[in-house]
């Protein structure tokens, strides 16, 4: 069992186009988060420690909440609140009065850095992975391959990931030997009126092979990523303090790893659904999806019972 293998759990983003709190909206048929079916299965797979990253809307209560039902299945929590200003230095506080966006995802796991010493799984609040992406970054972390100069994905088929409410923007992976060579950020990814898959770039639209394997913020990582994370965060805001809307992403960071010859990343495939809620719409789906899981008893009715 991982017990030595942490979850963090971004949860710190601002729902904007959701228009609400999308990380703690009720889904479940006993009124769950999408985030507690990822608790579930990362306590399925022996975890015991867990990180929240979150903002000022996640409030005490919600906190007292999580901290309830993980410390009362033997579990450790932690909560870290993401602002503009955590680990900035304070000579660029000026620059930086009139941001309201957080930083990103880079930003978000740079500052758990005193909090992990050991392999970790990284992912985001309001996405749904399934129980086989936990279990196979388990198997990652027990045969001893996430080491300081490799890392773990699990990726999953485009077809499998797409919204019906809308364009998407996706990590495109090109993946060899099971071996992570680039990530390629599309946005407005969607199908067309025939159901081909399509990017739009440049008022241009190109083709996408449904096949292809994308990233969803599923990595299964080493405490070694802070010392990239920290260089390239100060070199980041050198260039962008003054941008009040530019961000710090994770797969950036690893995939410039990737091509300094610093990293190699194992590529683990999921052929299960990924869902997740980007757009007001999408909570019927999402709805719908875990109740299908559960009349498939894949999660029990209530999963804290």
């Given amino acids: 069992m991982a017990n030595n293998l942490s979850l963090v759990i971004l949860a710190g983003g601002m729902g904007s186009r959701y228009n609400g709190q999308k990380q703690i909206d009720p889904i479940g048929p006993s009124r769950e988060s999408l985030m507690e079916y990822s608790i579930f299965d990362a306590f399925s797979i022996g975890i015991q420690h867990f990180v929240f990253i979150i903002n000022q809307q996640f ?119 099971e071996l992570l060579e680039l990530v390629v950020e599309r946005t407005n990814i969607f199908r067309d009126n025939e159901g081909v898959v399509m990017y739009e770039e440049e008022n241009a639209n190109f083709v996408l092979d449904a096949e292809s394997l994308v990233s969803m913020n599923f ?18 805001l050198k260039e962008n303090s003054s941008q009040l809307k530019a961000e710090f992403y994770l797969p950036k960071v690893i995939n410039d790893m990737i091509k300094e010859d610093q990293l190699e990343v194992i590529v683990k495939k999921s052929n299960e659904n990924w869902f997740g809620m980007t757009y007001p719409e999408d909570r019927a789906v999402v709805v719908d999806s875990i109740q299908n899981l559960v009349d498939d008893q894949k999660y029990p009715k209530a999963l804290w019972a």
Avoid at 220 to 228: E, G
Avoid at 231 to 236: I, S, V, Y
Wanted: a positive charge; one cysteine or more; charged letters at 25%.
């Fill in 219 to 236: 990595w299964v990582l080493h405490p070694s990523i802070f010392r990239s994370l920290e260089d390239k965060f100060n070199q980041f």
């Fill in 59 to 177: 409030d005490i209560e919600t906190k007292k909440y999580f901290q309830h039902i993980i410390e009362r299945n033997a579990g450790s929590v932690e909560f870290i609140l993401q602002t503009t200003y955590t680990a900035v230095s304070r000579a660029i506080y000026d620059k930086i009065e009139h941001r309201k966006k957080p930083w990103g995802t880079g930003h978000a796991l740079l500052i758990a850095k005193n909090h992990l010493t050991n392999p970790f799984i990284v992912i985001n609040a309001d996405d749904f992975y399934g129980q086989k992406a936990f279990q196979k970054a388990n198997e990652l972390v027990q045969q001893e391959l996430i080491l300081a100069n490799r890392y773990g994905m699990v990726a999953y088929k485009l077809e499998n990931t797409l919204s019906e409410n809308g364009a998407v923007s996706r990590g495109i992976c090109t993946v060899k030997d």
